[in-house]
């Protein structure tokens, strides 16, 4: 229960996060979004290790960079998605393929979720793919673009949360340490390689900062959640982050959101219900 808690507190906090990032990237230039959102999210990472239980290691560092670099690349993706498409589309998509790439390792690797539970995932799977439809029935075609950015990111999210997993268990949040210190070096190299500024614009500052934030709270809720449960488990709950943004992406900037992706949500609270009952 202690990890089913976490997963879905992450979920949300994920998704809040996404929805400032969206924001910030509005404003801003996306290297600009990342680097400084993933230093916001280090300072809190570095204020928490003293206090969170954990020990620190070689292979929790490690497996932490390199989960640090499959995270760079999906939120550089990420971002610049949620920058030219709609945030309805890009975030959902993002999280089905964000949410196949751990189950799929799990459940190879060994886990063996109940019969309720494995209900729970299909119908969190259904669930994301329903808010994932484009408001207005699909009647307009989305920009591949951004839908393509939205694939690519979620594989590489995929990529972190299972290599956040393959970290000893008693690491505590050290291995988000190699985490951020690997993807903002990476994201900084690829901002001076393409002579792009990492200077915010004028307003951007304080959404970006936050979301980085509630970015790195979200990611020590998955560590401790991941650390405590089954991966098949916790990656569905937490993939279903989507629905926070698409709420606030509603409710904030009044994107409209059709009868299937409303009764796409109430699918994941379905979903967390059963797997949290199992």
């Not at 400084?36 to 932490?64: C, D, E, Y």
């Not at 998509?93 to 799929?104: G, K, R, S």
Request: net charge positive; charged share 10%; hydrophobic share 60%.
């Amino acid at each position: 229960m202690t990890a089913i808690t976490l997963a879905t507190a992450c979920a949300v906090i994920f998704g809040t996060a996404d929805f400032f990032g969206g924001l910030a990237t509005r404003r801003s230039k996306v290297l600009a979004v990342v680097v400084l959102s993933q230093l916001g999210g280090m300072l809190l990472v570095v204020t928490l290790l003293p206090i969170l239980p954990g020990h620190a290691s070689t292979a929790a560092l490690l497996w932490g960079t390199a989960s640090g670099v499959a995270g760079a690349f999906g939120i550089v993706l990420f971002y610049r998605g949620l920058a030219t498409g709609m945030m309805s589309v890009v975030a959902p998509t993002t999280a089905t393929t964000a949410m196949a790439v751990p189950v799929v390792f799990g459940l190879l690797t060994g886990d063996r979720p109940s019969p309720l539970a494995l209900g729970g995932v299909a119908l969190g799977l259904f669930a994301v793919l329903l808010v994932s439809r484009e408001p207005g029935g699909g009647a307009s075609r989305p920009r591949l673009g951004p839908v393509v950015a939205a694939l690519v990111s979620g594989a590489g999210f995929g990529g972190f949360f299972v290599l956040l997993k393959l970290a000893p268990a008693d690491s505590g949040a050290w291995p988000l340490l190699g985490a951020r210190l690997a993807s903002i070096t990476l994201v900084a190299l690829l901002a001076l390689a393409t002579r792009r500024g990492l200077r915010p614009a004028p307003g951007s500052l304080r959404v970006t900062v936050v979301a980085g934030v509630l970015d790195m709270a979200a990611n020590v809720l998955y560590l401790f959640a991941a650390q405590r449960g089954m991966l098949t488990l916790v990656a569905v709950l937490v993939s279903l982050y989507p629905a926070s943004t698409l709420l606030l992406a509603r409710y904030v900037l009044g994107e409209r959101l059709s009868p299937v992706q409303i009764t796409g949500v109430g699918f994941a609270l379905g979903a967390i219900a059963l797997i949290a009952a199992a």
